[in-house]
C-alpha cells in the first residue's frame, strides 16, 4: 500500500523559510519521479515541483512551477525514502496544503494527508 506522510508545516512570516519533508512507503522509492502540490481551500491543486527519479545518477531532471522557481528547492534521499522541499523567501500567497504525489504504476496519482503551510505576519 502506497503511503505518503508529509510534515513540516507551519506558521511563517513572509520573507521566511520553511522545510517541508515526505515520507513515502509501500513502492519502491527510487523508481519513480516525486512531486509536491499545493492546494488552497476553494480552488484546485496547482503543481509545484517534480523531482525525476534519476537525479542522483546525473541524468534526473527537475522542474519548478514558475511562480517559485528560484526559491523552493526539492530533493530526496533514496536510502531514507524521504522527499523534501525546502521554501525560502516565502510570500502569502504561497498559503495552502502541500502534498508530496507520486504517479503509480496502476496510473493513478497518490498523494499523503497534506501539511499546512501559513505565510502570514
Known amino acids: 500500500e502506497v503511503q505518503l506522510v508529509e510534515s513540516g508545516g507551519g506558521l511563517v512570516q513572509p520573507g521566511g523559510s520553511l522545510r517541508l519533508s515526505c515520507a513515502a512507503s509501500?513502492?519502491?522509492?527510487?523508481?519513480?519521479?516525486m512531486s509536491w502540490v499545493r492546494q488552497v481551500p476553494g480552488k484546485g491543486p496547482e503543481w509545484v515541483s517534480t523531482l525525476d527519479k534519476n537525479i542522483n545518477s546525473g541524468d534526473g531532471r527537475i522542474y519548478y512551477a514558475e511562480s517559485v522557481k528560484g526559491r523552493f528547492t526539492i530533493s530526496r534521499d533514496n536510502a531514507k525514502n524521504m522527499v523534501y522541499l525546502q521554501m525560502t523567501s516565502v510570500k502569502p500567497e504561497d498559503t495552502g496544503g502541500y502534498y508530496c504525489?507520486?504517479?503509480?504504476?496502476?496510473?493513478?496519482?497518490?498523494w499523503g494527508q497534506g501539511t499546512q503551510v501559513t505565510v502570514s505576519s
Open positions: 504525489a507520486v504517479y503509480g504504476s496502476d496510473r493513478r496519482y497518490y
Open positions: 509501500g513502492f519502491i522509492f527510487g523508481s519513480y519521479d
